[in-house]
């Protein structure tokens, strides 16, 4: 009897636990498939979103479809078009199914392609069933991130389907979020009904209960962006079309704040990205804030955010806003330990007059902030139609950069520096130069900024290094050459070892080099960069404080760091010929101050005898301007060693 007891309590056991792990097993499938479709979903809406924004901006979309390719300008379109959001890849079909376009492969040509005008039957399909279709996959690196979906869906332009779309997307980070928001769900469902067996009605209880709660998550998340609880960009599309069509009726105009953190990248990389995600929850309470009753608010992805303002009276209301916007976002803020200013550029577009849909004004506002970063950041820029000229204009200067990086194509010119004294010359100032395609020379006020936005500007100014020491080791041994840093080349950390590498790969005695830094460099993580410039120091090259009497002008940063040099800003000799009375003082007290610290001075944009001699008198180091030669291609700058 005892036997048969503990044989049946052990196949109970067994029967529970047999039961509890296929329950929970279930409900992991249950947690698994629902992911799964909320992750297919998400890819519909954002390819979705994204078609609409191609069928809106691709101008000849048609004669793409019917086997023709693409322009110039539809090119860098497209170019722009695959990094948009999720995207990061698309075929464009004609409405048969053929295959037209591939993003990633625009060189192909077509005709001669066995692999094109392939019929697809899966994109032929969504043209009959009028509805998309999606395909979840697993991916592998490099070619496919690890989970990603394709999507086709029909291109439709005033109700005809001109073009089948199969987007690619990147979902993996969706997953991720899905799955971690389910995570503890799946564990207490799973616990619950392995309890069940006990307390069957109070698990049941339970269980309605945290389902509801998981649907109610589940239809947040659908709308809203995780980390700083604003409208996603699928539903602040949605919602910004209904209102559109409510001013439509009232006779309202509606505003576009699109708002973008300037540098944001910079903050991830130096202080982490907690601290970054922190800032990010910090500018949405501010928009949140700012925005009137009634206003929409949402992050439309990195660190870039929307507001409609509605009911505005016209631009200038719309204006007024962005100016409250831009101040309560530079507000200091403590992070971490970290004291951090944010700052952020805003563009502004207003309906119905900058377009009548809301992909139409997004585009419109982000022509304008475009035109903000290019003003120089911490700016608001209203929409007007030349923006879009000046949109093509940068995407081409981008064009080129890309395509000077990849083949050594910018150039180097010299502008001599001579000893006050005696007119005598002691060396150059090396200056980054880049051709158009005419071969006309760009101004560096209009591609330099756009290199550094790039994120390019650390990978130039190495090649302006390696280029300008090696040309440098061919000149006499008493001529030096001096060459710019930008700030953003001091983020990476590694530039001490560049500069290194650049002396050891020419040979240029380190003495003979000379490294120029703005006083704008110091302003952020001043003892960073300072340890840098000592590093610098430790090699043996001299640094000089270039554009002096401009900025700042800190006296701190002299006698915190001992420079070799300061550079007196040009605009000092614009000053003088305009025969301003105190520029003479002025320039008496710098040059006199830079001596008193044992530092050389150099005058910049000196452009006559008069102007020299008047800085002779002054004890003026050296001198550097047009009045003894203007920058010069290698060929020119050695035929004057002769």
């Given at each position: 009897m005892r036997t048969f007891r503990l044989n049946s309590y052990s196949v109970f056991a067994a029967a529970i636990l047999i039961i509890s792990a296929a329950l929970a097993v279930g409900v992991y499938g249950v947690v698994g498939a629902t992911v799964e479709r909320m992750v297919r979903k998400d890819a519909e809406a954002a390819a979705v979103g994204w078609s609409r924004y191609l069928a809106a901006n691709l101008a000849d979309l048609r004669a793409i479809a019917a086997g023709e390719?693409?322009?110039?300008?539809s090119i860098l379109f497209i170019e722009r078009a695959r990094q948009v959001g999720q995207v990061f890849r698309f075929k464009l079909f004609d409405p048969a199914g053929r295959l037209r376009l591939v993003s990633d492969d625009l060189g192909k040509k077509w005709d001669n392609e066995p692999k094109l005008a392939v019929h697809n039957p899966a994109a032929a399909a969504v043209v009959v069933t009028g509805r998309p279709h999606t395909d979840v996959k697993q991916g592998r690196a490099p070619a496919r991130p690890p989970l990603y979906a394709e999507t086709y869906l029909p291109?439709?332009?005033?109700?005809e389907t001109v073009a089948i779309v199969e987007v690619y997307l990147d979902q993996t980070g969706k997953q991720a979020l899905f799955q971690e928001e389910f995570a503890l769900t799946a564990v207490l469902l799973a616990?619950?009904?392995?309890?069940?067996?006990g307390a069957p009605g109070c698990a049941l209880y339970w269980r309605s209960r945290q389902k509801a709660r998981a649907d109610e998550r589940i239809r947040y998340m659908a709308h809203h962006d995780a980390l700083t609880g604003l409208l996603n960009r699928g539903t602040f599309v949605e919602r910004l079309e209904d209102a559109l069509t409510l001013a439509e009726g009232a006779g309202e105009q509606i505003a576009i704040h699109y708002v973008d953190l300037d540098q944001f990248k910079d903050v991830n990389d130096t202080l982490g990205h907690d601290v970054g995600d922190e800032i990010m929850r910090m500018a949405a309470q501010r928009l949140?804030?700012?925005a009137g009753d009634g206003d929409l608010v949402a992050r439309l992805g990195g660190d870039e955010f929307v507001v409609a303002q509605r009911h505005v009276a016209g631009r200038d209301a719309a204006e007024a806003l962005g100016g409250r916007i831009l101040a309560a976002l530079s507000q200091p803020v403590l992070v971490h330990g970290h004291d951090l200013a944010p700052a952020a550029s805003i563009g502004i577009a207003l309906a119905p007059r900058d377009g009548g849909n809301a992909l139409a004004l997004l585009k419109s506002a982000d022509l304008a902030l475009y035109a903000a970063k290019a003003a120089g950041r911490k700016a608001l820029r209203t929409f007007t139609p030349g923006m879009d000229d000046e949109l093509k204009a940068r995407l081409r200067i981008e064009a080129l950069i890309r395509e000077a990086v990849a083949s050594d194509g910018f150039e180097l010119f010299f502008q001599p520096i001579v000893r006050s004294e005696n007119g005598r010359l002691t060396g150059f100032e090396a200056l980054l130069r880049l051709r158009d395609e005419a071969g006309e020379l760009i101004s560096p006020a209009d591609f330099i900024p756009v290199a550094e936005e790039m994120r390019l500007i650390s990978k130039i100014g190495a090649w302006v290094l390696r280029q300008g020491c090696a040309i440098a080791a061919a000149w006499p041994d008493h001529l030096s050459v001096s060459v710019n840093l930008s700030p953003l080349q001091f983020v990476e950390g590694?530039?001490?070892?560049?500069?290194?590498?650049?002396?050891?790969?020419?040979?240029l005695d380190a003495r003979r080099l000379e490294l120029e830094i703005t006083e704008g460099l110091l302003l952020n993580n001043t003892d960073a960069v300072i340890e840098q410039l000592r590093a610098l120091k430790g090699l043996g090259v001299a640094i000089a404080m270039d554009d002096f009497g401009t900025g700042y002008s800190s006296l701190s940063y002299l006698w915190r760091f001992p420079f070799d040099k300061i550079k007196i800003d040009r605009s000092f000799?614009?000053?003088f010929e305009a025969r301003d009375a105190h520029v003479s003082n002025i320039l008496r007290t710098i040059i006199d101050l830079g001596h008193s610290l044992r530092m050389r001075v150099t005058a910049e944009g000196v452009e006559t005898a008069k102007q020299a001699e008047h800085l002779r008198g002054l004890a003026c180091d050296y001198i550097q301007g047009f009045h003894y030669g203007r920058p010069v291609p290698v060929t020119a700058a050695r035929r004057a060693l002769t």
């Amino acid at each position: 009897m005892r036997t048969f007891r503990l044989n049946s309590y052990s196949v109970f056991a067994a029967a529970i636990l047999i039961i509890s792990a296929a329950l929970a097993v279930g409900v992991y499938g249950v947690v698994g498939a629902t992911v799964e479709r909320m992750v297919r979903k998400d890819a519909e809406a954002a390819a979705v979103g994204w078609s609409r924004y191609l069928a809106a901006n691709l101008a000849d979309l048609r004669a793409i479809a019917a086997g023709e390719a693409p322009n110039a300008d539809s090119i860098l379109f497209i170019e722009r078009a695959r990094q948009v959001g999720q995207v990061f890849r698309f075929k464009l079909f004609d409405p048969a199914g053929r295959l037209r376009l591939v993003s990633d492969d625009l060189g192909k040509k077509w005709d001669n392609e066995p692999k094109l005008a392939v019929h697809n039957p899966a994109a032929a399909a969504v043209v009959v069933t009028g509805r998309p279709h999606t395909d979840v996959k697993q991916g592998r690196a490099p070619a496919r991130p690890p989970l990603y979906a394709e999507t086709y869906l029909p291109v439709v332009i005033e109700g005809e389907t001109v073009a089948i779309v199969e987007v690619y997307l990147d979902q993996t980070g969706k997953q991720a979020l899905f799955q971690e928001e389910f995570a503890l769900t799946a564990v207490l469902l799973a616990g619950m009904v392995a309890l069940s067996f006990g307390a069957p009605g109070c698990a049941l209880y339970w269980r309605s209960r945290q389902k509801a709660r998981a649907d109610e998550r589940i239809r947040y998340m659908a709308h809203h962006d995780a980390l700083t609880g604003l409208l996603n960009r699928g539903t602040f599309v949605e919602r910004l079309e209904d209102a559109l069509t409510l001013a439509e009726g009232a006779g309202e105009q509606i505003a576009i704040h699109y708002v973008d953190l300037d540098q944001f990248k910079d903050v991830n990389d130096t202080l982490g990205h907690d601290v970054g995600d922190e800032i990010m929850r910090m500018a949405a309470q501010r928009l949140k804030a700012q925005a009137g009753d009634g206003d929409l608010v949402a992050r439309l992805g990195g660190d870039e955010f929307v507001v409609a303002q509605r009911h505005v009276a016209g631009r200038d209301a719309a204006e007024a806003l962005g100016g409250r916007i831009l101040a309560a976002l530079s507000q200091p803020v403590l992070v971490h330990g970290h004291d951090l200013a944010p700052a952020a550029s805003i563009g502004i577009a207003l309906a119905p007059r900058d377009g009548g849909n809301a992909l139409a004004l997004l585009k419109s506002a982000d022509l304008a902030l475009y035109a903000a970063k290019a003003a120089g950041r911490k700016a608001l820029r209203t929409f007007t139609p030349g923006m879009d000229d000046e949109l093509k204009a940068r995407l081409r200067i981008e064009a080129l950069i890309r395509e000077a990086v990849a083949s050594d194509g910018f150039e180097l010119f010299f502008q001599p520096i001579v000893r006050s004294e005696n007119g005598r010359l002691t060396g150059f100032e090396a200056l980054l130069r880049l051709r158009d395609e005419a071969g006309e020379l760009i101004s560096p006020a209009d591609f330099i900024p756009v290199a550094e936005e790039m994120r390019l500007i650390s990978k130039i100014g190495a090649w302006v290094l390696r280029q300008g020491c090696a040309i440098a080791a061919a000149w006499p041994d008493h001529l030096s050459v001096s060459v710019n840093l930008s700030p953003l080349q001091f983020v990476e950390g590694d530039l001490c070892a560049v500069v290194e590498a650049a002396l050891a790969e020419s040979g240029l005695d380190a003495r003979r080099l000379e490294l120029e830094i703005t006083e704008g460099l110091l302003l952020n993580n001043t003892d960073a960069v300072i340890e840098q410039l000592r590093a610098l120091k430790g090699l043996g090259v001299a640094i000089a404080m270039d554009d002096f009497g401009t900025g700042y002008s800190s006296l701190s940063y002299l006698w915190r760091f001992p420079f070799d040099k300061i550079k007196i800003d040009r605009s000092f000799m614009q000053a003088f010929e305009a025969r301003d009375a105190h520029v003479s003082n002025i320039l008496r007290t710098i040059i006199d101050l830079g001596h008193s610290l044992r530092m050389r001075v150099t005058a910049e944009g000196v452009e006559t005898a008069k102007q020299a001699e008047h800085l002779r008198g002054l004890a003026c180091d050296y001198i550097q301007g047009f009045h003894y030669g203007r920058p010069v291609p290698v060929t020119a700058a050695r035929r004057a060693l002769t």
